[in-house]
């Protein structure tokens, strides 16, 4: 939606602020590459589509919410190390954009690395959504990498198939396009409504929390059989 990214690099020593603490819960989490600790009860009506992490390389990252609530949010972010132990590497105010999306990119990455992330509101008892995602190992490494994939996620019908694929152990999340059949949507809104009614299911906010991902698009982003620009004029003088 072309909002504009604030951008952010960890430090293994930060100064915590006074605002609202996220909580244990997230500090002492698992380093599992597995989404099974990402569970439905995790999901608030604050942030109704969840978290999502993409673009990782073996520095930077790109994290990303929804907040459709009114209190000053906060990113905490936490290296876990061996055992599962977490330690927070950043935590700060992060801005939230027009329509309510939250887009922040955090440098300073350890290459190969796993991380967990929350975004909170800054008020005690503060609603909190979570999620994990692993730097990408260096460019010499030969580590092999597992992959989990979907494609053709067709609006309406049941994505157990996601489910699945969260609770499994994965580095990494391909969307390869059709993630929603937006046929016949003219507006921004039109395709915003069609984006959330897939995103808000517990299958996307369990698999994107789960780990990061790489997406592309087919067709039904914005038409069946769709191909160029046609039908996209409306939705462009929006912007």
């Known amino acids: 939606m072309g909002h504009r990214k604030s951008e952010a690099r960890l430090s293994r020593r930060v100064l915590l602020s006074g605002g609202a603490a996220l909580g244990a819960s997230f500090l002492a989490g698992c380093g599992s590459r597995s989404g099974a600790d990402f569970t439905e009860d995790s999901i608030t009506p604050q942030f109704p589509l969840g978290v999502a992490s993409g673009d990782v390389s073996d520095r930077e990252a790109a994290l990303w919410t929804r907040y459709a609530g009114e209190l000053p949010l906060r990113i905490s972010v936490a290296l876990v190390g061996a055992g599962g132990v977490s330690e927070r590497v950043m935590d700060e105010p992060v801005a939230v954009a027009d329509g309510g999306f939250v887009p922040l990119r955090v440098q300073g990455l350890i290459p190969g690395a796993q991380y967990r992330y929350a975004f909170a509101e800054n008020a005690p008892g503060g609603a909190t959504a979570e999620g994990q995602f692993r730097a ?63 995103l808000g299911t517990a299958a996307y906010r369990r698999l994107r929390a789960a780990r990061s991902s790489l997406a592309t698009w087919d067709d039904h982003e914005i038409a069946d059989g769709w191909s160029g620009s046609a039908g996209l004029d409306a939705v462009q003088s929006e912007h």
């Open 136 to 198: 990408a190992p260096p460019a010499w490494s030969r580590e092999r990498l597992i992959f989990s994939a979907s494609a053709c996620s067709r609006n309406g019908l049941s994505f157990g198939a996601l489910l699945q694929a969260a609770a499994r152990e994965a580095d990494l999340h391909l969307f390869l396009g059709d993630t929603v059949y937006a046929d016949g949507s003219i507006s921004r809104e039109d395709f915003r409504a069609r984006w959330t009614e897939n």
